[in-house]
């Protein structure tokens, strides 16, 4: 599975160690930072590529790709992400919301601060994302719902 992974100018770190951990995991990885960037220009990156990647987020498929972005709080990227039509970005900070997210929520990213979580709650929440399916059925008419909204 690709993921398509970010991070503001003061989390490169906390990234970088993720896309370490991820890649020993045999993940593909697209790494869309930009040095000194701010957490908005991030997040909209990671969405755009996304997006893309996913054909307007409709692919929801066990390998398909899936955006990840790191900052102090987790939740200015994540209302930054929200803004773009179709995206459903999810800000998460237990193994249980990541992965319930994905399954019914079908987040096509989340967000992850690392004020609020450790290094090893971050990289065990992005695994709970990356390996939890879809669960699509009753959960697709609420993200119609959501995506006709945008």
Known sequence: MKVIIGA???????KDDLVKDL????YEILDVSKEGQDFVDVAVAVARETLKETDNG???SETAP??????????????AAN????????NVSDEHSARMTRRHN?????TLGTAVVGPELLKNCAKAYLEA??????????????????
């Not at 890649?23 to 045999?26: A, C, I």
């Not at 899936?66 to 209302?79: C, K, P, Y």
């Not at 399916?133 to 945008?150: E, L, S, T, W, Y």
């Open 8 to 14: 503001d100018k003061v989390n490169v770190q906390a």
């Open 23 to 26: 890649k020993s995991e045999g």
């Open 58 to 60: 409709q692919d929801k």
């Open 66 to 79: 899936r955006g990840i972005v790191i900052d102090t709080w987790g939740s200015d990227a994540f209302m």
């Open 83 to 90: 803004k773009l039509k179709y995206v459903i970005c999810a």
């Open 106 to 110: 079908g987040a096509l990213m989340i």
């Open 133 to 150: 399916p879809f669960d699509a059925g009753r959960h697709m008419v609420r993200i119609d719902m959501v995506n006709k909204m945008a």
